[in-house]
């Protein structure tokens, strides 16, 4: 069983490791959605973490973990831009050379801030040839190759995000997750299992980049042809095979969404004034679209949605909210 590889001491340590630089994101209720479910609903807010997004939790964890030789060449990942920017901040503060791959139609803001934090950024086609890139320029330049999220201690890292929830909301009955890869969705899951919590953990996924939902439905991680959504951070060419194990032990599933319903989501939470991107937006936009079963009239206990990351120029934001009525 892949869960067994992340025991509650593990996760402390991981959690240990990465304290002191990791911040401990507030956990927040949205008394909006609170009213419309008739169920307690808090955000936890991973756009106010380091670098706007959860993904300083695991890229910190594995850079900590490599060998004094490993740090001396440097490292290399591939990223549509969170990963991207938490390498290349955790890199720096770490005093070691990094480089990423993103696809040529990253986001320009993070295309800018990855290379503010100190990494080199290559630009090259798109996520799927992005992914064969990174390894040959390890291969050339003898890096090391962060995978963003198909790694234990990146998912070990991120399930600080999960112990951080329970230790909140004790009797959480739900946590939602947006899901890319599965990195952060499977740390949480490797959290709620080890505490022994019984909540149900729905990973959201966009229709046009559905990996992880294929990946369940086929009983084993696959990669798509193609990709399309307008959420980034939720698009990756395939589903981790450790994040797929996980999840397939821990999660009740994983829910699709439209883009238009991902923007609603994104509206709502541009109301509060929050920083926000589309992926950051898909667990709230999930509850206002009625996709996760049991959660309403208060059945089953709290719900923690977590609200992933808020990398986006507020402009950008409005034009996708006029595409998307």
Known sequence: MSLARFPLP???????????????????????????????VLLKLENRQETGAFKVR?????????????????????????HAQAVAWAAGAAGVRSVVVMPEHASPLKVR????????????????AAFVRVREICEERSLTFLHPFDDEEVVAGHASC???????????????????GGGLSSGIAAALAACGSEAALWGVEPKGAAAMHASLEAGHAVH??????????????????????????????????SDAEIVRGLAHIMETGEPIEPSGAAGVAALLAHRIPGVERGR??????????????????????????
């Open 10 to 40: 593990r996760l402390r340590d991981a959690r240990a490791r990465i304290a002191s630089s990791v911040a401990r994101t507030p956990l927040l209720p949205s008394e909006s959605l609170s009213h419309q479910l008739g169920s307690t």
């Open 224 to 257: 798509l042809e193609s990709v399309s959504t307008i959420a980034d951070g939720l698009a990756p060419p395939m589903a981790g095979v450790l994040n797929h194990a996980i999840l397939a032990e821990r999660a009740r599933g994983v829910v699709l969404l």
């Open 300 to 325: 089953g206990g709290p719900i923690v949605v977590v609200v992933s990351g808020g990398n986006a120029e507020t402009s950008a934001n409005r034009e996708l909210i006029e595409r998307f009525p």
């Open 58 to 82: 695991g890229a910190l964890n594995r850079l900590l973990t490599l060998s004094e030789e490993e740090r001396t060449r440097g490292v290399a990942t591939i990223s549509a831009g969170n």
């Open 113 to 128: 801030r990855s290379r503010e934090y100190g990494a080199e950024v290559i630009l090259h086609g798109d996520a799927a």
């Open 162 to 180: 999960g112990l951080e929830i329970l230790e909140d909301v004790p009797d959480v009955g739900t946590v939602i997750v947006p899901v890319g």
